[in-house]
Nanobody
């Protein structure tokens, strides 16, 4: 089992920045990618960004140029730097870990609220 603990959410004005962190612990054998997804009420969870062990990175079109995902393998931690935030970025953000390339473990979520 893998535990994911997120931090860094909060309230920010439009145009501001936040940095999310997610620390993984437990049996991380086979964890070869990590990422961030977000969800708003009534909508499906959306993958925002993901990064693989080989440093391959993917972003949702809606965040390209504004969000940056990075990973510190030594600390088993993944970060999401969010700049130029917009009200439509308001959501609960979840950290996820891929085991053998399959999304397997999820964090508890952290709220990000962007005011206009």
């Amino acid at each position: 089992q893998v535990q994911l603990v997120e931090s860094g959410g909060g309230l920010v004005q439009a145009g501001g920045s936040l940095r999310l962190s997610c620390a993984a612990s437990g049996n991380i054998v086979g964890i070869n990618a990590m990422g961030w997804a977000r969800q708003t009420p009534g909508k499906e969870r959306e993958l925002v960004a993901a990064i693989t062990d080989a440093r391959g990175i993917n972003y949702a079109d809606s965040v390209k140029g504004r969000f940056t995902i990075s990973r510190d393998n030594g600390k088993n931690t993944v970060y999401l730097q969010m700049n130029n935030l917009k009200p439509e970025d308001t959501a609960v953000y979840y950290c996820l870990a891929y085991q053998y390339s399959v999304p397997k473990f999820w964090g508890q979520g952290t709220q990000v609220t962007v005011s206009s």
